[in-house]
């Protein structure tokens, strides 16, 4: 546990060097939308911070996926187990 935030301070204090050597005002152009003065480190910070948002809803998706597939496997195997149980027909993934 003691590693763990270690390893968090060390990775805040990286963050917050890279934020005070990357204040150089940008202006950001995004179809019809445009902000000046923007700093460089917050630009690159959320994208960043979006990349991990994206990233972790593709992730949520396929647990879903996964979880739902592993209760329909479930439910099939326990009605082979029960005599005379009709079975349902197997899914795939996609």
């Known amino acids: 546990m003691t590693l763990a935030y ?23 152009r995004f179809i019809g939308w445009r902000v000046e003065g923007m700093p460089l480190a917050l630009v690159i910070l959320l994208s960043v911070l979006g990349g991990l948002i994206f990233a972790s809803c593709v992730g949520l998706l396929r647990h879903w996926k996964l ?28």
Not at 69 to 94: I, K, M, V
């Open 6 to 28: 270690i390893l968090m301070a060390l990775v805040g204090a990286a963050c917050a060097v890279f934020a005070l050597q990357n204040m150089d005002p940008v202006v950001i």
């Open 67 to 94: 979880r739902s597939r592993l209760r329909q496997l479930e439910a099939q195997l326990a009605s082979q187990e029960r005599p005379g149980a009709p079975t349902p027909p197997a899914r795939s993934l996609e």
